[in-house]
Nanobody
Framework: QVKLVESGGGLVQPGSSLRLSCAASGGTLPYGIGWFRQVAGNERSAVSCINRASRHTYYTDSVKGRFTISVDNAKNTVYLQMDSLESEDTAVYYC???????????????WGQGTQVTVSS
């Protein structure tokens, strides 16, 4: 079974950038990969996804123009480039295999450990 592992989080100042990685092991990346985030005490919410077959991408409104999702098939890895970070982006970020098209993304019931992103001055 393919396992997805997130990395790349950290503590940065507002306006900074981070690149998160979602690496697949034990098999090939699923066709649809989504990024989600969760603030303590809140539900997990969808951020972005990419469909490796159709190349469709989706972004939630709050990150459009600031985040970019991409895939490196040779490295079996999906990236989330996060620019112009805001304090509201502070959360634990997770990646998961989900259906994805330009209109939205599905849900997952399988989660990894995630990677913490903290945006603070």
């Amino acid at each position: 079974q393919v396992k997805l592992v997130e990395s790349g989080g950290g503590l940065v100042q507002p306006g900074s950038s981070l690149r998160l990685s979602c690496a697949a092991s034990g098999g090939t990346l699923p066709y649809g990969i989504g990024w989600f985030r969760q603030v303590a005490g809140n539900e997990r919410s969808a951020v972005s996804c990419i469909n490796r077959a159709s190349r469709h991408t989706y972004y939630t409104d709050s990150v459009k123009g600031r985040f970019t999702i991409s895939v490196d098939n040779a490295k079996n890895t999906v990236y989330l480039q996060m620019d112009s970070l805001e304090s509201e982006d502070t959360a634990v970020y997770y990646c998961a295999a989900v259906p994805c098209d330009f209109q939205g993304m599905g849900v997952s019931h399988v989660w990894g450990q995630g990677t913490q992103v903290t945006v603070s001055s």
